[in-house]
């Protein structure tokens, strides 16, 4: 099931630098996307989310972008801290579904200090 | 910050024998969910819940598994014979409702190992 991709396992960044980490996705019924935060031994934590009516929402230093011609969407860390080293899990739902999430694979962020 | 509590930590099992996951959803939320992430594999999609019922389950939601809502607070998930494969981080979500812009909030995880 590969209806969300995050085709990035991994990303290394300089702190202060901006981290943009990349999400495709291929069920042109999701509606509604979201962006979670996963540190070792501990559950996703909501980080920023978007409706497919909107193409930009921001939350200080987090932008996620949305493009749905190209069904792909991006988060943006600027600027970047090493706090924010972590997994990051792109999620997708549908309102059909009940809003369940259908999950990307994660990125890791590293940022080095 | 109210935050979905899960219980136990880590449970090691039998195979064969019957597990139960418990879940404590934040207090105002109405729906809630189960998901579970095998090793090395993608966040998956097991079970909906909302007015005492299942509003939605996935193919791996089959007849050895089963939900409820005890009480007031607590969600449990319970798998009734457990398999090699049932080995994985479960995690519980709930939501105040079931529509956008009502993101999903998640436990830390039941990691169930099963021998």
């Known amino acids: 099931d590969q209806q969300v991709k995050q085709n990035s396992p991994s990303l290394s960044v300089q702190e202060g630098r901006i981290s943009i980490l990349n999400c495709d996705y291929t069920n042109s019924m999701f509606d509604y996307f979201l962006w979670y935060k996963k540190y070792p031994a501990e559950g996703p934590t909501f980080l920023i989310s978007?409706?497919?009516?909107?193409d930009k929402n921001e939350d200080g230093r987090f932008t996620v972008f949305l493009n749905k011609s190209a069904k792909h969407l991006s988060l943006h860390i600027v600027p970047s801290q090493p706090g924010d080293s972590a997994v990051y899990f792109c999620?997708?739902?549908?309102?059909?579904?009940?809003?369940?999430?259908?999950f990307g694979k994660g990125t890791l962020l590293t940022v080095n200090p | 910050e109210p935050e979905v509590t899960q219980t136990p930590s880590h449970q090691v099992t039998q195979m064969g024998q019957e597990v139960i996951l418990r879940c404590v959803p934040i207090s105002n939320h109405l729906y809630f969910y189960w998901y579970r992430q095998i090793l090395g594999q993608k966040v998956e999609f097991l079970v909906s819940?909302?007015?005492?019922?299942?509003?939605?389950k996935s193919e791996i939601f089959d007849d050895q598994f089963s939900v409820e809502r005890p009480d007031g607070s607590n969600f449990t998930l319970k798998i009734r014979s457990t398999k090699l494969e049932d080995s994985a981080m479960y995690f519980c979500a709930s939501s105040e409702a079931p529509r956008m812009n009502q993101p999903q909030h998640f436990g830390d995880g039941t990691r169930l190992s099963i021998l």
């Open positions: 819940f909302y007015n005492n019922e299942i509003s939605e």
């Open positions: 999620a997708a739902s549908a309102r059909g579904s009940n809003y369940k999430l259908t």
């Open positions: 978007i409706s497919s009516i909107k």
